[in-house]
T-cell receptor, first 111, second 114 residues
Framework: RKEVEQDPGPFNVPEGATVAFNCTYS??????FFWYRQDCRKEPKLLMS???SGNEDGRFTAQLNRASQYISLLIRDSKLSDSATYLC????????????FGKGTRLHILP | EAQVTQNPRYLITVTGKKLTVTCSQN?????MSWYRQDPGLGLRQIYY???????DKGDVPEGYKVSRKEKRNFPLILESPSPNQTSLYFC?????????????FGEGSWLTVV
C-alpha cells in the first residue's frame, strides 16, 4: 500500500456544485495533515491544516478520520477559481519528521 | 515579505555540464528541502536539511548534491546532469524541523537537460 494515496482525477464539476475528495495514509502514527493547492506550473501553497476535530475555512471543510486513516476535503459552492490540483500532505513524526506528499487530485470547475 | 527564492527559474543545459540551482529563504527557517516534480509521479524529495551543516538524502538523491553552510541558503548541485534530470524543481522551507508547520515553496525551477 502506498504511503499517501489520492484519486488523481480529474474531477470535472459544474460551478456551484459541492465536491469532496479523500486521501488515505498508511502509517497510523502520522501526526500532522494538510491540504495544499497547486495551480498549473506554480508552487504548492497551503490551503488548510487538518485537525482531529475537523476544521472549516469559508467554503472549505477538512476532516480527519484516524480510525480509517484518511483525510477529506469538501468544497462547497465551487468557483471557477477552485480549479487546481489538491495535494494531501502527511507528516510522520516517528521518521525524522518525514513529510509525504500525495500525487494530487486534479479538479476542473466547469462554467 | 516571507519568501523562498530560487534561481534560475528556467534553464536549458547540456549533458555533463555542472550546474547549481540556488535557494534562499528569509524566514530564519531551520528546515529546507528540495523536491522534483514529474508528470504522474508527484513531488519527490531529493535532499533535506534540518539545520546548518546537517543534510540527509530524500527519496531520489542520486545525481544530486546539496550543502547547508548558512541557514538561509540551500543550493542544489547537479555535478553531471543527464536528460533524466529534466524536471521541475522546488525548494521549500519550514520552521521547527517541519513538524506541523507550514511549508513554503519557491516558485520552481524548470530544468531541461539535452
Amino acid at each position: 500500500r502506498k504511503e499517501v494515496e489520492q484519486d488523481p482525477g480529474p474531477f470535472n464539476v459544474p460551478e456551484g456544485a459541492t465536491v469532496a475528495f479523500n486521501c488515505t495514509y498508511s502509517n497510523s502514527a502520522s501526526q500532522s495533515f494538510f491540504w495544499y493547492r497547486q495551480d498549473c506550473r506554480k508552487e504548492p501553497k497551503l490551503l488548510m491544516s487538518v485537525y482531529s476535530s475537523g476544521n472549516e475555512d469559508g467554503r472549505f471543510t477538512a476532516q480527519l478520520n484516524r480510525a480509517s486513516q484518511y483525510i477529506s476535503l469538501l468544497i462547497r459552492d465551487s468557483k471557477l477559481s477552485d480549479s487546481a490540483t489538491y495535494l494531501c500532505v502527511v507528516n510522520e513524526r516517528n521518521r525524522d519528521d518525514k513529510i509525504i506528499f500525495g500525487k494530487g487530485t486534479r479538479l476542473h470547475i466547469l462554467p | 515579505e516571507a519568501q523562498v527564492t530560487q534561481n534560475p527559474r528556467y534553464l536549458i543545459t547540456v549533458t555533463g555540464k555542472k550546474l547549481t540551482v540556488t535557494c534562499s529563504q528569509n524566514m530564519n527557517h531551520e528546515y529546507m528541502s528540495w523536491y522534483r516534480q514529474d508528470p504522474g509521479l508527484g513531488l519527490r524529495q531529493i535532499y533535506y536539511s534540518m539545520n546548518v551543516e546537517v543534510t540527509d538524502k530524500g527519496d531520489v538523491p542520486e545525481g544530486y548534491k546539496v550543502s547547508r553552510k548558512e541557514k538561509r541558503n540551500f543550493p542544489l548541485i547537479l555535478e553531471s546532469p543527464s536528460p533524466n534530470q529534466t524536471s521541475l524543481y522546488f525548494c521549500a522551507s519550514s520552521s521547527g524541523g517541519s513538524s506541523g508547520n507550514t511549508i513554503y515553496f519557491g516558485e520552481g525551477s524548470w530544468l531541461t537537460v539535452v
